[in-house]
């Protein structure tokens, strides 16, 4: 069986908690204590009750380490992807700051002299 080709097109970028607390102006505990609070969040730090299984707004990345006492260990990190960061940030009354759009971004059409005297 083969795999599609635009497999690697449908993945999102995802944000873990660190990189999301940066974006939403806050440290990484504190962001997860307020998430803890709302009900997004178990106190694992993975997601809680309803959030579980929303692929659309956050997913768990899994992994194993190599533990000095314990041997390989397992764990799960929670990644927010672009609509769970928005998600959150409106939950948590958090106004994210916004990108243009690309067509408000258009370049202004300069003309300078040398253009002038050949045209």
């Given at each position: 069986?083969?795999?599609?080709?635009?497999?690697e097109a449908t993945m999102h970028a995802t944000y873990t908690l660190d990189q999301a607390a940066a974006l939403l102006n806050l440290g990484r505990n504190s962001l997860a204590r307020r998430l803890r609070e709302a009900g997004v969040l178990g106190t694992d730090n993975l997601p809680a009750g309803r959030y579980r299984g929303r692929v659309n707004l956050v997913i768990v990345a899994t992994g194993t380490y190599w533990h000095p006492i314990c041997g390989w260990t397992h764990y799960g990190r929670s990644e927010f992807t672009d609509a769970g960061l928005d998600h959150i940030a409106s939950k948590l009354?958090?106004?994210?700051?916004?990108?243009?759009?690309?067509?408000?971004q258009q370049v202004p059409h300069t003309h300078n002299a040398r253009n002038a005297q050949h045209g």
């Open positions: 069986m083969s795999q599609p080709r635009d497999q009354g958090i106004e994210l700051a916004r990108l243009p759009c690309a067509s408000a």
